[in-house]
């Protein structure tokens, strides 16, 4: 499985500094934030701010431990936002959304410090909402139907998102997305996003190591059914359907 570090303008962790770091990050708590204002980090005077878990950190266990849960959005997803504010300081981008910097920046070797950052900011907290406790099952009636005009049933649908996830060779994403008038599965690497491509992305496996090593070694696959069966925000996805 992938054994790249993190890079972009901050600090790298190796595997052995990823296991060998403590994992005493404080709780966050939220509830009932809408989707508009979550996704996206919070902005406050002094930049980009890591937005709160919208469960505690035990919530998803035993799927996903609060030791994982812990490290992934107190180190890693905070990691990204405090470099991305060191980045942006006194440039044209210090009062923009993820959202601007993410697609002023795409495409540009000069500024691929701020891309990385900004985009896997955004993506951390687009994924975390992707997730709930006793998720998974049956997905909201409009979101299913779609899943199956565009699929053929709910289950073709699973298995090309863990397909893209167990296929996607080192880190990167996989996404269920809105592309025009139809529904597609697609993975990124790295820090790479569906909103480069102009597509509306609904629902996304984050498949860097971070997300999974701790409990679950190199076994992604595990992990990747853990998710659709059992964590997956279905409502979530739905809520992002265009209208």
């Not at 406050?44 to 609060?66: D, F, R």
């Not at 090593?213 to 659709?228: G, I, P, T």
Request: hydrophobic fraction near 40%; glycine fraction near 8%.
């Amino acid at each position: 499985m992938n054994t790249n570090t993190e890079t972009g303008g901050g600090s790298s962790l190796s595997r052995r500094d990823f296991l060998a770091l403590s994992t005493g990050a404080a709780v966050f708590l939220s509830a009932g934030i809408p989707f508009g204002k979550l996704v996206g980090s919070a902005q406050a005077a002094g930049g980009h701010v890591l937005p709160a878990l919208p469960y505690p950190e035990h919530a998803l266990e035993p799927y996903i431990s609060a030791r994982t849960l812990g490290f992934h959005h107190g180190k890693h997803h905070k990691g990204y936002i405090d470099n991305l504010n060191k980045l942006i300081s006194n440039t044209e981008f210090a009062d923009l959304s993820l959202e601007k910097i993410i697609t002023a920046t795409a495409g540009k070797p000069d500024k691929i410090a701020i891309f990385n950052n900004a985009a896997q900011s955004w993506n951390h907290t687009f994924y975390w909402q992707c997730l709930k406790p006793n998720g998974g099952g049956e997905p909201p009636a409009a979101l299913k139907k779609q899943i199956e005009a565009s699929f053929g049933s709910m289950e073709a649908c699973k298995k090309d998102l863990a397909t893209a996830a167990m296929t996607q060779f080192g880190s990167g994403w996989a996404w269920l997305v809105r592309d025009g008038q139809k529904l597609r599965v697609i993975k990124t690497a790295n820090a790479d996003t569906p909103l480069e491509r102009g597509m509306k992305p609904l629902l996304v496996i984050d498949v860097w190591e971070h997300a999974y090593y701790l409990d679950y070694q190199n076994r992604r696959a595990d992990y990747v059914s853990a998710v659709l069966e059992k964590i997956i925000n279905w409502d979530f996805a739905e809520k992002n359907l265009p209208a």
